[in-house]
């Protein structure tokens, strides 16, 4: 992305800034679409009938596209969490196990303080959201900074034993009477309120909120000069005397914090009860859709509404041409592997914006 | 605890790190060419299920096997297309992968499910003629069991003591410096991807044809994880990607007895073991240079002009 920057003419025009963006966008999901379409075909569905059906499902009614938002907000967080540290150089892949560790922790204050009024418990559950998700970045950025360990190998390797705490606390501990397999509902006071009478909740604006403070943060602010400075030239940055380490395991937490408040808003917002698997992997969707929109904001905000309209369209596919659920996977794959293959534009479009 | 409890304890610790081992080896061989494949659970996803496909099909799970082997070949291939002649970012495209494999297994999985296979044919352990069956029948192992300490030893002798070997290491460690003494890197990584995949099949192919016998979506339950994290904790050395596996399924073991003998201590705790562990060793060994990763491990070679 930012080789892509740095060859443009310094005067970019309004065309290259949103038309090329736009158009890469847009033959990303058709090439996509196509691929997918040969496997509805081999297993014998109508890919005409089947694209109806999921675009239908999450454009053609008011209640599809709330789904789509909904689905939007824990990906939103996890994207942020990986975008915000990738600024400085560092890579954080454990977007998973930090949403998981804010999820435990929110569950944790909603458990124990179950009998505070609302205004109370939400802030208190949003603050521990935000440090369990801080803590699990804590470790891998501490290890770091002390240059012991990467943290990619770290932050991944604490994926792994995230989910596994959600499970012992669940079945060990927290689990209902009746269910041993999830907690008790949170009481009211415990969940975020939602909107419009769908399941959009309050979650969606701190995401966007976040999204936008990023952006301000990292173009309008010293701290952002400085991350950028760090992210562009390490020693550089020391010489000038920005303090790397520091910097680092803040701008680490707070990420870690980010993706945990997306924990959070899973829990509190859309579950309204701890599950042990309650992330089918919105870490890992929201590192490769920071990665593919090049951390920046506008990207990452049409990146995450195009993989929570696959996924929100393949729970209405299942439903309506009985294929597994796990098969949209594959739509969002394809779409993965077509921005990862960069292929070039047509002619056209370049010769439009050289 | 009786014998019995003990051997069979045993028996199934040998059974479910087989598949380990293999995809353990697999990725030992990518990364030593300086590719990380996170998308290692994909690649055993697609192979578990097509072996069983095949197995079912042709009711014959030799073929099975060999079908699930070069699945996890061909898959790898479709990742090298993309970090390899694309330079896509490694953990993208593994992770891509990922979602891939849990796609499309389920699509190849999906007729398949509840079905009845002929697994791989299981022999007796030489030498156990004398003993009583109840306790022999334990040690009936299937070929591929038999041949996995073989391979890891084939594998060590391929890295360490070939031509073939030095370049592929020569690559993970300096891409730059192997292009400039006359070797490909483009082509060794693709040979070790395709090494590696074709590796990673023969585990999948084992668990779902010789040891669980069925297919389920989802169904390697983060093995291709824990194989990366064991390729870290044996410092990305096949030898010692036996110690790793030994250790993973002795913490699966001691799970089991701990079962047997009726101590209630929760299985989460245990299943955080080896990850808690590769951690550990990460951190004891703090950034020594010596033995650790490949230096080029995760980063895109540009291509040398």
């Known amino acids: ?354 | 605890m009786s014998l019995l409890a003990l051997l069979g304890v045993l028996s199934s610790t040998i059974f479910s790190g087989t598949s380990l081992l293999y995809a353990t080896l697999g990725e030992v061989v990518t990364e030593r060419s300086g590719t990380v494949n996170l998308g290692l659970e994909g690649v055993l996803l697609i192979s578990a299920a097509t072996g069983y496909g095949v197995t079912i099909l042709t009711e014959n799970p030799f073929l099975g096997v060999l079908a699930a082997a070069l699945t996890g070949a061909l898959v790898n291939i479709v990742f090298g297309y993309l970090i390899v002649i694309r330079k896509a970012n490694q953990l993208a495209a593994g992770l891509a992968v990922m979602f891939f494999g849990y796609g499309l297994s389920a699509l190849i999985g999906k007729p398949f499910v509840g079905k009845m296979i002929s697994s791989l044919p299981r022999y007796m352990l030489p030498g156990l003629g004398e003993v009583p069956l109840r306790y022999s029948s334990l040690f009936k192992f299937d070929l591929l069991i038999y041949l996995v300490i073989p391979i890891t030893l084939l594998i060590w002798w391929l890295l360490y003591r070939t031509r073939w070997g030095l370049g592929l290491r020569a690559v993970g460690e300096n891409a730059e410096t192997a292009y400039a003494s006359g070797r490909n890197p483009g082509l060794i990584k693709f040979q070790a991807l395709i090494v590696g995949g074709f590796l990673a099949g023969l585990g999948a192919a084992h668990l779902s044809i010789a040891f669980t016998m069925n297919w389920a979506e989802y169904m390697t339950g983060g093995r291709g994880f824990i194989a990366i994290a064991l390729v870290i904790f044996s410092k990305w050395h096949p030898i010692r990607a036996i110690a790793g596996v030994i250790v993973f399924s002795g913490a699966v073991a001691f799970q089991l007895l701990l079962q047997v003998s009726g101590v209630n201590i929760s299985p989460f705790i245990l299943d955080m073991i080896p990850y808690v562990l590769t951690i550990a060793v990460l951190l004891i060994w703090g950034g020594t240079r010596k033995h650790s990763a490949p230096a080029m491990l995760g980063r895109v070679y540009q291509g040398t002009e």
């Open chain 1, 1 to 354: 992305m930012t080789q892509f920057v740095s060859t443009q003419p310094k005067k970019i025009s309004l065309q290259s800034k949103f038309l090329l963006p736009l158009a890469r966008y847009g033959l990303t999901i058709l090439l996509a679409l196509l691929l997918f379409a040969g496997i509805l075909i081999i297993t014998g569905k109508n890919p005409i009938v089947s694209y109806r059906d999921l675009f239908g499902a999450t454009f053609g009614s008011a209640y599809g596209f709330s789904e789509v938002i909904v689905a939007m907000i824990p990906i939103l967080l996890t994207a942020l969490a990986v975008a915000l540290p990738s600024r400085i150089g560092m890579i954080n892949v454990g977007g998973e196990g930090q949403l998981y560790l804010g999820g435990i922790a929110a569950t944790f204050a909603a458990l124990a303080f179950k009998d505070f009024p609302g205004w109370i418990l939400l802030p208190l559950m949003v603050l521990m959201g935000f440090l369990g998700g801080a803590l699990w970045a804590f470790l891998p950025a501490f290890f770091r900074s002390i240059g012991l360990v990467n943290e990619t190998i770290t932050t991944l390797l604490l994926n792994m034993i995230a989910p596994k705490i959600a499970g012992l606390l669940v079945f060990g501990f927290w689990h209902s009477p009746r269910e041993t397999n999830m907690t008790p509902n949170f009481v009211e006071a415990a969940r975020l309120p939602t909107f419009f009478g769908t399941r959009i909740h309050l979650g969606i604006v701190f995401g966007l909120v976040l999204l936008a403070l990023y952006w301000f943060v990292m173009k309008r602010t010293r701290w952002g000069l400085e991350m950028r400075a760090i992210g562009g030239n390490v020693q550089a940055a020391r010489r000038n005397g920005i303090p790397v380490a520091k910097t680092m395991l803040i701008v680490f937490c707070i990420s870690g914090g980010i993706a945990g408040l997306g924990g959070m808003a899973q829990v509190s917002g859309f579950y309204g009860l701890l599950i042990p698997n309650f992330s089918p992997g919105y870490g890992y969707m929201g590192f490769l859709i920071s990665w593919l929109a090049g951390g920046d904001p506008l990207g990452i905000l049409l990146m995450t509404f195009m993989v929570s309209v696959i996924l929100t369209g393949g729970n209405m596919l299942q439903i309506t041409i009985g294929i597994p659920y796990a098969v949209i996977n594959l739509l969002l794959a394809f779409t993965l592997f077509v921005v990862l293959a960069r292929p070039s534009l047509p002619k056209i479009l370049k010769g439009k914006t050289a």
